[in-house]
């Protein structure tokens, strides 16, 4: 159980266009959902926190308009890298927040999408 | 915010040998989890552990709350066990903050 999906895995896209990645909670509703960032041998980097009906919390330095948060569904939220720059090529990923009886609040994470912008 | 430190940055370890991992927190936190991200970029949860100890097969972890610590054991290392590894804390429902990882890999 516990399964987060992301698509796509990876894409490249010109200087200028917009990316759309999505995050799908498989097997569990996610009332929240969290979009990373990571570059090459640094640590994640939250961006923003996703709750399921309302806006998006941003962090502070990552421009809201930017980068687009919609959590439509309890098991799907979206990220759109709008107008993409060869600066905002990186590695996102998302998670899912759940509770496991006998666990606690947990975060399980997507594998990833690359990006690269040219 | 919570501030997250991992030692070693770096390890490497001959298969078979033992070694532990530690991370300290500027505050109590509720919420603790250990990470392994393989070489593919995939996070994969190994301890959900605010408090405690618990042990999966050759890895154990203990979160010492009071002292704002906790420590991640691997035994009899394999070549898979490589990648980074990441502890992250948090209020529980809340955000998680990240440390830097430490980067082990083990050699045949």
């Known amino acids: 159980g516990a399964v987060v999906s992301q698509h796509p895995s990876w894409v490249i896209c010109k200087s200028g266009t917009s990316v759309k990645i999505e995050c799908r909670s498989l097997?569990?509703?996610?009332?929240?959902m969290f979009w990373y960032r990571q570059f090459p041998k640094q640590s994640l980097m939250l961006m923003a926190t996703?709750?399921?009906?309302?806006?998006?919390?941003?962090e502070q330095g990552v421009e809201k308009d930017k980068f687009l948060i919609n959590h439509a569904s309890l098991t799907l939220s979206t990220l759109t890298v709008t107008s993409a720059h060869p600066e905002d090529s990186s590695f996102y990923i998302c998670?899912?927040?759940?509770?496991?009886?006998?666990?606690?609040?947990?975060?399980?994470f997507g594998p990833g999408t690359r990006l690269t912008v040219l | 915010g919570i501030q997250v430190e991992q030692s070693p940055p770096d390890l490497i370890l001959q298969e078979g040998a033992n070694s532990t991992l530690r991370c300290n927190f500027s505050d109590s936190v509720n919420n603790l989890q250990w990470f392994h991200q393989n070489p593919w970029g995939q996070l994969i949860n190994l301890f959900y552990i605010p408090s405690g100890t618990k042990q999966n097969g050759r890895l154990s972890a203990t979160t010492v709350a009071t002292e704002r610590y906790s420590l991640l054991y691997i035994s009899s290392s394999q070549t898979t066990d490589s990648g980074v590894y990441f502890c992250a804390g948090g209020s529980s429902g809340s955000r998680l903050t990240f440390g830097e990882g430490t980067q082990l890999t083990v050699n045949p």
């Open positions: 998670s899912a927040r759940d509770w496991v009886s006998g666990v606690g609040d947990t975060q399980y």
């Open positions: 996703s709750n399921e009906g309302s806006k998006a919390t941003y």
């Open positions: 097997d569990f509703q996610a009332t929240t």
